[in-house]
Structures are given as C-alpha cells and as structure tokens.
C-alpha cells in the first residue's frame, strides 16, 4: 500500500515539475517578447529604426524595405538631423549620440575613399615618371613662358603669372618677387590650397647667403600651381593674364595637372629673368 502511494506522489512530482519547467520557459519567452517590444518601441520614440537581426536600434536607416533592408538616410540627410535637431532639442540624447557617431563614419569613409584616390593618382603619375622624357624645366620669366625640356627639345610649353612685382629677383619674404636662378622640383602637395602644388626648392644656397648678410628673411614656399581651390576657373582664366601670386609661378587647373604627371621630384628648375 505504501509503495503505491510513494509511486503515485512520484508521478505527480514529476507533472508538477514538467509544468513548473513549461511555465519557466514560457515566462521566459514572454519577459523577452515584452522586453523586445520595449526595445521597438523605445527605438520607434527615438527616431530609430530597430534591427532584429543584430538587436540594436539604427539612426542611419529610415525605415525598412520590402525584404527587410535598410532604407539608409542619405548623407545630406544624415547630415540635417544631426546639425539641426541634434543641435538643439535633441542635444545630448542617445539617438543624437548614435547620429554622431554614424556620421563621423560616413566622413571617416569618404576621406578613405579620398586617400584611395590619392593613391590611384600616385600611381597613374608613378606610371608617367616612368615614360617621362622631362629631365629639365625652363621658366622665361620676361615672356611669361614655361617650357619642359628633354635635352634641348621643348616638350609642353605654358602660358604663366609670376609674382605681383615680377621685375628682378626674389631675395626677401613678401617682396612679391619670383625667383631666378637654379633649383629643383624639391616635393608635392596633394592639400594645397591652390590647385595641386610642386614645391620649388627655393631659398638656395646664395639665396640664404644674400637673406644673411642683408639681414632679412629669404622666405619660402615658392611653387608651380594652379588657381585657387575656392575660385571659379573662368574667373581666373582672366586674371591668369596678369602676375597675381606672392612670388610664385602659376598656370591653369588643367596644365598643373599634366605638368604634375610629367614632372619627377627632383627635377631641375631653371628659372631665368
């Protein structure tokens, strides 16, 4: 008799504790269906878009597509958001934090793509140094005229602007003067504020010399340029016809483009009055 009934309180613990198991889990199953809901929800007030998949609200999308893709802000867009309500209203939030960050990457990536250019550039000039035949520049300061030379031939030959006192030659800081005399194309600047730069190796040795004994600065950043990055190019196109730089030579956005495929660093310069 006992053994029945120790048989049937086993059989009912173990109903017991089946149901108990079953009612864990769905309890489980609900809190997180609830919490999710929460998150959607929370996401929603936010001005996110909730993704399932990796269970973290996103500022980057707009909403979803027929097949579960994000529909991302644009960049413009991405950009209003977080200059104008994350600016104002919205200052200091989470999702503004979030927008912040997103846009930060999106910057992040554009100057990457920016670099891969830059390098793509490299290389197309790398290419180009290679078949160059220029071994020499001559700059004819009275004609206004660049010539790239190989041995005695005139390979391109350009039109100029020279320093706004273009007579003589440059001896001092801020004198306007171009300089004269035997140099070399000492280096490039990719982030010149005029368009793309080759670096003239000026002051030389005499140049330093004549600064010493007269007691002043020779100064520097003497270049071959274009015009200005934040000018339209057919308004220089007319003020090219006249000396507008601080001593350095200029020609168009276009001619400083070949001149800069052409040209070797460390090719000499001769720049004569």
Request: charged share 30%.
């Amino acid at each position: 008799m006992l053994k029945k009934i120790l048989s049937k309180i086993l059989v009912i613990s173990k109903i017991i504790f089946k149901i108990f198991i079953y009612l864990m889990a769905f309890c489980g199953f609900m809190s997180i269906f609830v919490r999710n809901i929460d998150l959607v929800g929370d996401c929603a007030d936010d001005g996110g878009v909730w993704d399932d998949e990796y269970r973290v609200c996103r500022f980057d999308c707009m909403h979803w597509n027929e097949k579960g893709g994000c529909i991302l802000r644009s960049d413009e867009e991405l950009k209003d958001y977080v200059n104008g309500y994350c600016k104002g209203d919205g200052k200091g939030l989470y999702r503004c934090s979030m927008a912040e960050l997103e846009l930060s990457k999106r910057q992040l990536r554009d100057e990457m793509n920016g670099l891969k250019d830059e390098d793509k550039d490299l290389q197309q000039s790398s290419q180009n140094f290679d078949k160059t035949p220029i071994d020499k520049i001559v700059i004819e300061k009275n004609l206004r005229k660049m010539y790239l030379m190989n041995g005695n031939n005139i390979i391109r030959e350009y039109k100029i602007s020279l320093g706004s006192e273009p007579i003589g030659a440059k001896h001092q800081e801020n004198d306007g003067k171009t300089p004269e005399g035997q140099y070399v194309i000492e280096t490039r600047n990719f982030n010149s504020k005029f368009h793309r730069a080759l670096k003239i190796s000026y002051p030389n040795d005499e140049d330093k010399k004549w600064a010493k004994e007269h007691n002043v600065s020779a100064g520097g950043d003497i270049m071959i340029h274009g015009f200005p990055n934040w000018t339209p190019n057919f308004l220089f196109n007319y003020i090219h016809k006249s000396d507008w730089t601080k001593g350095c030579i200029a020609v168009t956005d276009e001619q400083i483009e070949e001149i800069w495929a052409l040209v070797k660093d460390g090719t000499p310069i001769e720049i004569r009055p």
